[in-house]
């Protein structure tokens, strides 16, 4: 079944006060970005796959994966 608006059951909201900041709210702007640095990660690692390079470390800097690349080179 397709969830639509029409079958889809209520929204309740809740309120969950956090103690640790002055204002009270909990963060939520990092979610949307939270999945996409082992996206980059995974995708440079199958670009390098055969190459024989199986792990880069993050960040990913141009010369890190430089040099990840010459190692591969180098190793044969």
């Given at each position: 079944m397709r969830m639509t608006l029409l079958v889809m059951p209520p929204v309740i909201p809740q309120v969950h006060d956090?103690?640790?900041n002055p204002i009270?709210?909990?963060g939520i702007?990092?979610?949307g970005t939270i999945g996409a640095p082992p996206v980059v990660i995974n995708a440079i690692i199958d670009a390098l796959g055969?190459?024989?390079i199986d792990?880069?470390?993050m960040p990913a800097t141009p010369s890190r994966?430089?040099?990840a690349i010459q190692s591969a080179k180098a190793a044969g």
């Open positions: 956090c103690k640790t009270g709210v909990k702007g990092e979610s055969p190459l024989g792990r880069i470390d994966v430089w040099q």
